[in-house]
């Protein structure tokens, strides 16, 4: 059981639990389609985000297998919600989870996906004592990718055809990493 009430702060963000008024920045990063490029989402309806955000606003705690907890991240020097965060724990007997990220085009770049699911992966490994976490990614999405070397996990497989999005089959990769090998990484980014 995780239950995240108060904010967790990294360097330069927050991630916190959502709220009620994120419903403009929640709807300007389903709308973009820079954003929405490689998640298989058509652009939302703002009736949908409302109940996306509604829906985001009990998932501050991971209770039991399938669960996901989804974080607003915002950036401290502005006070601007720029994305979310998610870990989903996959099984509870063999420690799973895995995560993803989402950003706002104007704060990529910045290493601020790096910085976020790095305080998602030690949450996952210290507080929810898990033993592997995975990540899934378009295999056209090099940012992702970048990203997920950086923070140290492995590609472990290449998934041909297994999403059909949009009149077109699109391979997915996928990146582990292990609690031993999160506690003896390098620094990210180093
Ligand atoms: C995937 C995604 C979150 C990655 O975001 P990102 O900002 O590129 O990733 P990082 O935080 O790792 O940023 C690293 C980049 O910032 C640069 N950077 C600038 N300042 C930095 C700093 N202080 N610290 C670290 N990196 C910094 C790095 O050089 C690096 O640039 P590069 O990728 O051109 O080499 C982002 O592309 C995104 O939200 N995409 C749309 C949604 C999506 O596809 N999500 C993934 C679904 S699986």
Same mark, same amino acid.
């Given at each position: !059981?995780? *239950?995240?009430?108060?904010?967790?702060?990294?360097?330069?963000?927050?991630? *916190?639990?959502?709220?009620?008024?994120?419903?403009?920045?929640?709807?300007?990063?389903?709308?973009?389609?820079?954003?929405?490029?490689?998640?298989?989402?058509?652009?939302?309806?703002?009736?949908?985000?409302?109940?996306?955000?509604?829906? *985001?606003?009990? !998932? =501050?705690?991971?209770? @039991?297998? =399938?669960?996901?907890?989804?974080?607003?991240?915002?950036?401290?020097?502005? %006070?601007?919600?720029? %994305?979310?965060?998610?870990?989903?724990?996959?099984?509870?007997?063999?420690?799973?989870?895995?995560?993803?990220?989402? +950003?706002?085009?104007? /704060?990529? %770049?910045?290493?601020?996906?790096?910085?976020?699911?790095?305080?998602?992966?030690?949450?996952?490994?210290?507080?929810?004592?898990?033993?592997?976490?995975? /990540?899934?990614?378009?295999?056209?999405?090099?940012?992702?990718?970048?990203?997920?070397?950086?923070?140290?996990?492995?590609?472990? @497989?290449?998934? *041909?055809?297994?999403?059909?999005?949009?009149?077109?089959?699109?391979?997915?990769?996928?990146? /582990?990493? +292990?609690?031993?090998?999160?506690?003896?990484?390098?620094?990210?980014?180093?």
């Amino acid at each position: !059981m995780l *239950r995240i009430d108060e904010p967790l702060e990294t360097d330069r963000l927050l991630l *916190r639990p959502f709220r009620t008024d994120d419903v403009d920045a929640l709807h300007d990063l389903r709308t973009c389609e820079d954003v929405l490029r490689y998640l298989y989402w058509p652009p939302a309806t703002i009736e949908q985000t409302r109940h996306v955000i509604a829906q *985001r606003l009990s !998932m =501050n705690t991971l209770s @039991g297998e =399938n669960d996901s907890l989804v974080l607003a991240v915002e950036e401290r020097a502005t %006070g601007r919600m720029i %994305g979310e965060v998610d870990l989903r724990w996959l099984s509870v007997e063999h420690r799973q989870g895995e995560v993803g990220a989402i +950003l706002h085009p104007r /704060a990529q %770049g910045r290493g601020f996906a790096t910085e976020t699911v790095s305080a998602l992966l030690d949450l996952a490994f210290t507080r929810l004592g898990l033993n592997r976490v995975t /990540a899934q990614t378009n295999a056209r999405n090099a940012a992702s990718i970048r990203a997920l070397h950086r923070l140290g996990m492995r590609q472990e @497989g290449h998934l *041909r055809q297994c999403v059909h999005f949009a009149g077109t089959w699109h391979d997915e990769l996928l990146f /582990a990493i +292990l609690a031993e090998e999160w506690a003896s990484r390098a620094p990210a980014g180093g």
